[in-house]
């Protein structure tokens, strides 16, 4: 009853809850580890986070080697086997997943405080001694094939790869995180296992750590856990992002048997500190992130196009892109596509009200502490915070800068980061019934669902 009061609350106009970021201690260990320790004693549990530069930017034209290698790391250790360390952690309850995306590698683990004794040395045991199951590695290779193949068949699962690589090219940025078919076909055990010995080093990476625990006994317990784990080299950091199209384009993905069409409209966007990333956030709520925004009002409410629309910022390292993603039935994807950028001109055109203005306000704020209430969203966001070379006031001065917006800085903010011209599509779906029409939106090039890559 008194969570449900809270976000009843959070509703009203002018409730400001002042959210901070809890109290942690930051502390880099001789090897060149770091450690981000916050304690929450109300429930007894660990969440652990761990990010090392070690995501898919750095695989060069092996795609999908960082994520392979990722998940490699659970293909037995120097002391458990595959089959061991699945069972010890299921009798536990306690999860530990590893991954990559596509500027990190990642290994995220939630436990009972009672069981960390068992945990940890598991935890230190697949970041540090992975032994690379040969046997194992090859059934993962075939399972992932054969997703990959499948995921053709369901356009939404590839149409932002699809994207990114129009965008981006070959840059970094336009790899596709679990590779192809093609490039996994051709990835060997050595080749993830020298992707290890480049890019999993104590320095440049994070171990976050948010729970029931004491920071002194949890920061000795950590620096003698990983205290063998040897600093290496740094590894050469991708380049970064050249010039990217400043022309209208449209990419035709053909898929014969589709009924619908995928839908992509993008645009240049900003990295993850850009300073004025609240601002963003407010305006793009209004147009396109809540189910009240001018692109759901318009595209599903007014003229029933769609079910689900939304505009967002992918924000990196070094750039980022702006997109609006919608899906349609063929017969409609031309009138939906000139709704979704009528709405965006509105921006322009319309503005943004102080009436407006305060619903989105309210909203956001509204929004903004439940993303960090559990000891694993918070674990994440020290990462993050880590691997994006973010400060505290990242969170500490949110709902300040929120409720400082007025009319006039959310004009300039539009006027600076909001594209009105020079979009670039991506659609899949049965092309024939829409080329001719989709050239007023840029140069049309065309492909096949069925061609390798994207």
Known sequence: MKKILFFLLLALPGFSQNFK??????????????????????????????????????????????????????????SFSKAL????????????????TLETASLTSSFAVKDQETVWPMIKEVLVNPAFDASEFEKRKSRLLVELKQAKQRPSAVLGEYFNH???GNQPYGSPADGTPESIGGITLDQVKNF?????????????????????????????????????????PPPAVK????????????????????????????????PDYVGIEVVNTILGA???????????????????????????????????????????TIPAIDLALEVIGRLYTKGIDEKLLTSAKNYVKGQFP?????????????????TYGLNDSYINDFQAKVDALNVDS???????????????????????????????????????????GY
């Open 21 to 78: 970021l809890p109290r942690y201690e930051k502390l880099v260990l001789p090897n060149g580890l770091t450690l981000m320790l916050m304690e929450q004693h109300e429930v007894p549990v660990l969440a652990v986070s761990v990010g090392l530069p070690a995501g898919a930017v750095y695989d060069g034209a092996q795609y999908g080697l960082a994520n392979l290698t990722a998940e490699s790391l659970k293909f037995g250790t120097k």
């Open 85 to 100: 360390l699945d069972e010890k952690l299921d009798f536990l309850g306690a999860q530990l997943s590893t991954y990559a």
């Open 166 to 168: 129009f965008y981006y």
């Open 196 to 236: 290890y010995r480049t890019h999993y080093q104590p320095n440049g990476t994070v171990v976050s750590v948010v729970g029931d625990f004491n920071t002194a006994a949890m920061k000795a317990k950590l620096t003698t856990l990983f205290k063998d784990w040897k600093k290496g080299t740094a590894a050469t």
């Open 243 to 274: 010039a990217v199209p400043s022309q209208s384009r449209v990419l035709l993905v053909n898929k014969e048997n589709a009924t619908e069409t995928q839908i992509i409209i993008g645009q240049k966007g900003v990295p993850m500190n850009n």
């Open 290 to 332: 809540r189910f009240t925004s001018w692109l759901v009002d318009e595209l599903r409410v007014n003229h029933g196009y769609t079910y689900g629309v939304r505009s967002s910022f992918d924000m990196k390292k070094a750039g980022g892109t702006f997109v609006i993603r919608t899906f349609t039935p063929t017969k409609t």
């Open 370 to 386: 439940p993303r960090f209430e559990t000891p694993a969203q918070l674990a994440s966001l020290l990462t993050t915070m880590f």
């Open 410 to 452: 959310v004009k300039r903010i539009i006027q600076t980061y909001f594209p009105k011209d020079h979009f670039q599509l991506v659609l899949i779906g049965k092309t024939a019934e829409y080329r001719e029409a989709a050239k007023k939106y840029g140069e049309v090039s065309e492909k096949q669902i069925e061609t390798p």
